[in-house]
């Protein structure tokens, strides 16, 4: 475990000290700055980043996913959401404000800045790391109250951090048609058949996972995310990547780029360094025809985006390859379940061990997850963890995105309730499933609210509905169980999964609070999460990945079809946990066909592997429920 | 009925040269423009418009609620959405194109205006009948195409308009503090606490509603809505007030608005004619302090949210009237469930005298309707309807915005389902319900698919679900069921409903459509009204207005509070029509509980009422279901 993960306070008087030396110094700026903004991402605007984009982490302490800080003359803050709430509040020190994000009285970061700013107040930020649509709601909020955002070309907490880690460069894994189904260069001809329906010259791609997708290629340059450092620039006759280009060195590479002996001269692609893609997209614009178009996603980053002259500008909340690559095709499917397959497995043999090795007192939070990770790389094609392991035993649960730490490591017990969120990168698929287990005899309270989380899951999961209907719309079926006893969860109900790719991506998901997602499709892939936490206590989630299925109800209203979900992720559900008497007769059937299903598909993998504790124990805890 | 409700399409040939003569005419507009916007509001964004404001109807005959009509030299196209799909199609001749709104097919009013233009057009409309963010979002798309919104300060259509009706003045009623809870001061002193709060010097109030809510005044200019035409513009010590001047000679309104002993200049009316409202703007615009702020909503006219410098505008998507507003006081409370029993006792004396009349074969749509009204005309208070009874048998039940006319009436008969969607306006509160009901006996698929609206209005109205929660995340739960089975209804599940005011208002609604809505709050009023609707053979829907209430479940989690619905309307569901053997427990509880609510409270008032046969209708409706 990485010190940096540490849930005791960070120290920040004297890197507070010298940030605010910082927004003074003109060195850096022309005129000082009254507030400064960290936002959590890099320049690709990644919800994981590498070690050298941690700045947010490394001003405040708080090493969650998601959060904002902001450092004024006076006041420091951090904006973070509901999973983070107990985490942030114990790693940062007392010169930090939580703000708890979707609480009633939390002000936005606008409204806080308006009403903490003397009059006419700069606030910078680095134009590289906050997203065009950001900076646009950001700047407009603030220029109505008399203060001005401006951008502060050198990234202020890189100034102040001594020992910044260097940009990786991993080495790059090359993907046959066994895995993606589709070449790069069919991928190409697709986008570019989009790209001329809407008459768009030129796409600029930033996102990571985007960029791997569209090229089947995979990096390491992100912990937990396959993807690499890049940028990439398609016009109707070019291909242009951005790239560390010592890269390109290496021999399977060039050979999967066709980089020596290229087809066409429109397949070609010409490789560059990273940096250079401002100066190229500078040249790109300058070039454009009278009538020349250019695709970039408005969660780009401001500076690459402001390169477009705005009437050129064609901004897409979500790109044609975010959509493409969320659709996933027949063998992209094929290798997601598989890849489940194989995760459920190696966690099967986890709870049998747990069972067994719980009562001996040995097991902690940090070993349990551990064990799982020595359980799935025994797998085929197991290339490393899709997120850090939440191994959480009772009060520990509740802290929504938990990860273990010495100084917090509990011991599993027979009187505590266990959580495990975990997954997998698989060369065929990512993975990523949440159960919680009791392994001696839980609460009534426990039982009582792991049951209306499992009816909420079910809710969603069997969920019937028309074509074109949007994820958030189903959000609710998640919860219903939970609000008729005044209970409820808050974070989303579900994301959308990559193959062999970052374990949250776009344009789908299941969330009251995405109001911009894309309709689910047919071979669209997400999770279903829903959650209880009692703070102090438990936390309770259960989480599959479903794939989007075409459904065949009685009827087919106006000939719209019908969709629902069929569960990827093939791991039993504790029916200890459950109050069965509570559950529907629909519901007690869903959990026995689910169990029917993980014990016939998995209880196979796991005879030809021959781990027969973990079969024994599929088997067990597959019986149906009365 | 008007003749303007013709079911047969309205013959535009020559109305469309005309105006395609206007558009190129320099009387009018300086350079010819190739589209001109016909939207379906008033000057004041209004939903339901008084007859010299029909211009859409004027131009194309389809005269629903909803809908805009664009001509062009070579096309004319009207979109309009699921509700008025069918009305549409048979108001229209064929120089119109039908958009049909919500398919997958259907191109926006942007996209399409976008595929039709010649290089460089300009799209002509007048800008006081455009919302600004209408206007605006309109104007962005034209733009990036290379065309051009501009404003036709002549309107187009009342150019070629003969014989254009006159704006009314009807005579103002003024309401107490018994129907209202708040005196009008009392109100302007809210709104201007509200304003301090915001540092905001101007409110330009231009909903009819709100300014009719404002002042405690209620007219009859528009059919079915108790309101009048006004502006207002209030600041921290004036009250402008635009309007027909000839209306403040009534003794009782001056007497009402103090105009001839104001006791403090702060609460002094002004008033001054309705056509000023711009030039006052004007004046006050030019008259702005350095910091001065003006609120006006982002859906008033473009025309005057233009008055305002851009610096100095605080566009707002809702007001703080309207959101006052949505939330009824115990006063306004007290009324609308008074006004919904007297309702009650009107339908069930309706539905007592269908049974006894309907084997005669002698009963209409219309002569439905028409016995509806009279009856509702007995009862106490009564001032009109609240919108045109919907009044539909069969095939035309399936038409989800019908309208009996003589071309269109059938009988009711012991063969088909009948559907009345009516209400009215009483001095106490406005009214809103839908039955659908069998007087012979029922298919098993229309009994199938009653029992799933069914399904989902009890979903809806029985859900409990935070405090904070927004309506539109309740939609889903009225869909459930039918999606289940393959069915679905294109249209919102509810909308808040004035006191009497407006049966449609903001901010609060149920709706998969509506991102922008306010959450529900205790206090507020919304419908509850799912469907289905067979084209060809028959509708079902199934409303009730119910009031948002503090719910008690078991739990109270973070000490969020949880709400749920009291159903205000009380008329009996008809029995016959339900499959009690697929309703749940909970259901068939909700059912009975209902009933009982119906047999007591509006039992009492048959009694009170002396109407014997209808008390009889009713204690036989309301027996319990097994």
């Known amino acids: 475990m990485k010190p940096d993960n540490a849930m005791s306070p960070k120290i920040t008087v004297e890197l507070l000290r010298q940030l605010r030396q910082a927004m003074r110094n003109s060195k850096y700026i022309t005129e000082p700055i009254q507030a400064y903004i960290v936002p959590s991402g890099d320049a690709h605007q990644s919800e994981y980043i590498a070690p050298c984009d941690c700045r947010r982490e490394f001003i405040c302490g708080f090493n969650g996913s998601a959060g904002t800080a902001i450092v004024t003359e006076q006041h420091a803050a951090m904006w973070t959401d509901g999973r983070y709430f107990l985490q942030g509040s114990q790693q940062m020190d007392n010169n930090w404000t939580l703000m708890k994000m979707g609480l009633k009285e939390t002000p936005t970061q606008e409204d806080w800045l308006i009403s903490v700013l003397p009059e006419n107040s700069k606030v910078g930020v680095d134009p590289w790391i906050i997203a065009a649509d950001q900076w646009k709601n950001m700047s407009k909020a603030l220029t109505s109250a008399g203060h001005s955002l401006v951008a502060v070309q050198e990234n202020l907490i890189d100034v102040i951090w001594q020992d910044r880690p260097s940009r990786p460069s ?3 894994i090359t993907l046959g048609l066994k895995y993606t189904g589709l070449t790069w260069q069919e991928k190409i001809a697709a986008l570019r058949t989009k790209m001329s329906e809407r008459k768009i010259a030129w796409f600029v791609i930033t996102a990571l996972d985007e960029i791997a997708w569209l090229f089947n290629l995979r990096g390491a340059d992100i912990e937990y995310n396959p993807v690499f450092f890049a940028y990439a620039i398609v016009g109707m006759n070019t291909i242009r990547l951005f790239i560390d280009v010592k890269r390109m060195a290496d021999p399977a590479v060039r050979e999967h780029l066709q980089l ?4 066409a001269v429109e397949m070609t692609v010409q490789t560059a360094p990273y940096e250079s893609v401002y100066t190229e997209l500078q040249a790109i614009c300058a070039a454009l025809g009278p009538k020349d178009k250019v695709w970039i996603s408005d969660k780009a980053s401001c500076a690459l985006t402001e390169v477009i002259p705005k009437a050129r500008r064609s901004p897409i909340p979500y790109t044609p390859l975010c959509l ?11 290798g997601m379940k598989m890849a489940h397959i194989k995760d459920a497995v190696a966690l099967c043999e986890l709870f049998a061990w747990l069972e067994k090795e ?5 097991v902690t939070e940090i070993s349990a997850a551990d064990k799982a990770e020595e359980l799935r790389s025994q797998q085929k094609d197991f290339v490393g963890l899709s997120f850090p392991t939440i191994s959480s035993v009772g009060p520990n649960g509740a ?10 490591n509990r011991t599993l017990s027979l009187n505590e309730v266990y959580l495990i969120d975990s997954g997998a990168q698989y060369t065929d698929g990512t993975t990523d499933v949440t159960r919680t287990m009791h392994f001696g005899t839980p609460s009534a309270f426990e039982k009582e609210c792991f049951t209306y989380v499992l009816k909420g899951h079910i809710a969603v999961s069997a969920a019937i509905f028309p074509n074109g209907t949007k994820g958030h ?14 209970l409820d969860y808050l974070h989303g109900t579900g994301h959308g999964v990559g193959c062999f790719l970052n374990v949250h991506e776009g344009p789908c998901g299941i969330s009251y609070k995405t109001f911009a997602d894309e309709p689910l499709e047919a071979g669209m892939i997400v999770s279903d999460e829903p959650g209880y936490y009692e703070d102090g206590s438990f936390g309770i989630r259960l989480e599959n990945v479903v794939l989007v299925i075409p459904a065949k109800p009685k009827y087919n209203y106006r000939n719209k079809g019908s969709l629902t979900f069929e569960p990827i992720t093939l791991v039993p559900i ?13 519901e007690r059937h869903w959990v026995n066909e689910y169990h029917r299903q993980c014990r016939e598909t998995v209880g196979a993998e796991l005879e030809r592997q021959g781990r027969k504790e973990a079969l024994d124990w599929l088997i067990r805890e597959t019986q149906p429920i009365a």
């Open 170 to 172: 991993t080495k790059l």
């Open 260 to 263: 020596d002996a290229p087809s």
């Open 324 to 334: 493409a690559k969320a659709v996933k095709n027949a063998t992209e499917i094929q």
């Open 358 to 362: 719980i009562p001996k007192g040995t």
């Open 399 to 408: 802290i929504i995105h938990y990860r273990p730490l010495p100084e917090t």
């Open 473 to 486: 719309l189903l959000d609710s079926f998640a919860r219903s169980a939970l609000w008729e006893s005044g």
């Open 574 to 586: 504790q029916a200890k946990m459950m109050n069965t008497d509570s559950l529907t007769q629909k």
